[in-house]
């Protein structure tokens, strides 16, 4: 195993604040979205509330690997 790499558990990463690169909060990780014939994590699913007093969200399909982890 690679020792650069860190195992997360998907429990871990629900809710999770998911921030732009100026460190604003642009929404959270909701769900992950895994492959069952190779059991590899195709997608988070983001959640970008919208609306009135944030009373709606929309929801993304981000790659796991465009995201970059504060393990702090």
């Known amino acids: 195993m690679d020792m650069n790499h860190k195992l ?3 429990s871990s990463l629900n809710d999770a604040v998911v921030e ?3 460190g604003d909060t642009i929404g959270s990780i909701k769900d992950l979205m895994i492959d069952s ?5 195709s997608y ?3 959640a970008v509330d919208a609306g009135f007093l944030n009373l709606g969200s ?4 981000i790659p796991l690997q465009a995201l970059t982890f504060d393990y702090d």
């Open 58 to 61: 929309k929801y993304f399909a």
């Open 44 to 46: 988070a699913v983001l």
């Open 37 to 41: 014939k190779t059991g590899q994590v």
């Open 20 to 22: 732009n690169r100026n």
């Open 8 to 10: 997360l558990s998907g």
